[in-house]
């Protein structure tokens, strides 16, 4: 079955999404990130949209409930490359993607995950002592 | 009046023929010269009318043509299914109103990424939805 490869790094999950989704490879796109969260305990989760061309509500809900459901399995979800045009459009269409923190590039995106990771160990420390 | 000067009939059947569908209307705004925001908005509306046609009315065919009138060409994109109908079409047309599994933007959403959005719904017959985005030139 045709699948988006999700790469893990320390504990982080990164996703590129390189081709046109149709909606059934979202949905397992959305099935894979949860259980991969999971599985290696992942605390971040990247996804890079730069080669997409256009985002329509269904893969935007797509997003939204990834990150939704990341945040109940204690993981944050960056969205990272999206285009001009997509982000114009996707505004008039109405989807704003609010509960979905973005960062401009890969780079962007993976230094403010490592900055919440690092304050989730403070933060464990300092309850612990 | 406008003239038709080019049209492709291609079916909706499954969600990968709403991929060919965003490639091919893609593939017809960029030979027509629209800018690259212009192309996103009329794909984007047109895999949300193609993903409508297949969710609800259970399969179509889509109509491209480039039309042209005193003023200027259009691109324009016509969807027909013979699904059940849309019984109240001012209720569908609202933002948010969904009887499937999407969040309701289909319709309202893709109405906005256009210039000319027509619908046409008979219960028990089907829908055909049509948009168009002009080119000046």
Redesign the interface.
Known sequence: MERIPILKMGELLLVTIQV?????LAITLQDDLTQQIVKHRAHGVLIDISSL??????I??MIGNIAAMARMLDAETVLVGM????A??LV????SLAGVRTALNVEKGMAMLQNSLKGKETFGRNTQG | MAVILKDETAWIKS??D??KV??LV?DWAISMGFS??E???I??AA??LG?NALDYGGGGEVRLEVIQNELRRGLKVTFVDQGPGIPDLEQALK?GFSTGT??G??L???K??VNEFEIDSTPGRGTEVSITRWRNT
């Open positions: 046109d989704m149709h909606d059934q061309e256009i985002v329509d509500s269904f935007g809900r285009k001009p045009a997509v114009i459009t008039e269409l109405g989807m | 969600s990968s709403i991929v965003r490639q893609r690259l925001v192309q996103t908005k794909v984007t895999s949300e993903r933002d999407g969040m933007l289909g309202s959403g893709a906005r990424l």
